[in-house]
């Protein structure tokens, strides 16, 4: 170190603490810089490593809370794993937008199978193996990732046919843990009955806990709102409806609400929301933002967007516009095979919508949240 640097650093000490630097200087710094400063010393290594650390990095980023404007999601198409970035300051309306799409290369060490997205949450994704194997934790921006045996609690049940196996993960922040949730369908005959495996971080370990509600069929991804999944289901008795998940408690519950098997779920704002689409819906889509059971907007979308065959809708960027997923169809009304990312922007009137990227297989997208989450098994606090 030079002598104006160690001058400068003795000068920076007269005047912080180093509770100060740390917690309202390093706490706002980019995930590449804190990595770096991680070498300066093992002191500095194991305070930045701390889920305290940790947490109020991730608090004081601008796009952490629920309701913060979306730039950055997560992508898997087939095999590949990509990010994107979009800024609304960027005048790219007619730009390439796959300058924005960066490809994540890693090694997962499961062979040729295939790596299914299960969530996404504080910048952790979870993935599991199309053969039931493991379950995987990853942080893309740290670019680390630990693989954990499923020890049979991913493992499909019914083997007379194709069964779904729905997934959710998840921060329960109350008592500071991430955890997977895997739902079995058990078919036996003209009855069906679910299993519910969770998996716990902060435990390291798989449990079974009870459902005791009336068999459902769950046919649609989970959503994560405020310590909560989300899913959509089918009961006999009931008709379609909502069944949340509590990550603290563990608990299910049934909310009944106007549904149809044509509505799929998302997060906007923070909110709970649904779409209203149909594949043979001649008139205009709509988009319900919710506290559930009640509705508290709608946004109509027109059928002029030609968005036909929308499969997702993920979150809203600071000017209003919004992303969705699906296909996009040409003046003849033939759907375009390639799937799509596109984004609608509200504000404008008529309302209008641009794809942003065209992907030749089937796509999953959600909000991503760079961190410095670790995904591997939370260490116990030490007694004093």
């Known amino acids: 170190m030079s002598i104006m640097a160690e001058i400068k650093k003795n000068q920076l000490h007269s005047y912080l603490s180093d509770d100060l630097i740390i917690q309202e200087i390093l706490t706002r710094l980019p995930i590449k810089s804190i990595l770096r400063f991680k070498s300066v010393s093992k002191q500095w290594y194991s305070t930045l490593s701390s889920s305290d650390f940790v947490n109020a990095h991730l608090i004081k980023s601008p796009f952490s809370h629920p309701s913060a404007p979306v730039n950055t999601l997560f992508i898997t198409s087939g095999k ?6 979009y800024d609304d300051d960027d005048d790219q309306i007619s730009g390439n937008f796959e300058d924005n799409l960066v490809k994540l290369d890693v090694d997962f060490g499961v062979g040729k199978d295939y790596l299914l997205l299960s969530g996404c949450c504080n910048g952790l994704v979870c993935l599991t193996t199309a053969w039931d194997e493991y379950l995987i934790i ?11 045996p499923s020890y049979g609690y991913l493992k499909r049940l019914d083997k007379a046919g194709p069964v779904i196996v729905s997934f959710g993960f998840g921060y329960a922040s109350s008592v500071d843990d991430y955890k997977c949730v895997v739902i079995l369908p058990v078919v036996q005959g003209s009855t069906t009955s679910n299993i519910v495996h969770v998996f716990s971080l902060r435990e390291n370990r798989w449990r079974k806990i009870d459902f005791f509600h009336d068999p459902l069929v769950f046919g649609s991804p989970s959503v ?3 310590d909560k999944l989300y899913w959509s289901a089918y009961s006999k008795q009931a008709g379609y409806l909502l ?3 509590d990550l603290a408690v563990e608990r299910f519950d049934v909310i009944n609400i106007a549904w149809d098997k044509s509505d799929f779920l998302g997060v906007m704002r923070g909110c709970l929301s649904k779409c209203n689409y149909s594949q043979t819906f001649t008139g205009d889509k709509l988009l319900h933002l919710m506290e559930p059971p009640v509705i508290v907007k709608s946004i109509t979308l027109p059928k002029g967007l030609k968005l036909d065959m929308v499969s997702q809708m993920i979150g809203f960027t600071k000017t209003d516009k919004f992303f969705v ?18 984004i609608v922007d509200t504000c404008t009137k008529p309302m209008q919508y641009r794809v942003l990227l065209r992907f ?11 961190s410095l989450a670790s995904p591997f098994p ?6 004093a």
């Open 360 to 370: 030749n297989k089937f796509i999953k997208i959600v909000r991503y949240v760079p």
């Open 224 to 226: 994560l709102v405020r």
């Open 325 to 342: 997923t699906g296909s996009l169809s040409d003046e003849t009304g033939d759907f375009v095979r390639r799937r799509t990312l596109g």
């Open 138 to 148: 990853w942080n893309p921006a740290t670019r680390k990732l630990h693989k954990y």
């Open 378 to 383: 939370i260490e116990k606090p030490s007694e």
């Open 80 to 85: 590949n794993h990509y990010l994107f970035s």
């Open 243 to 245: 069944v949340s998940f």
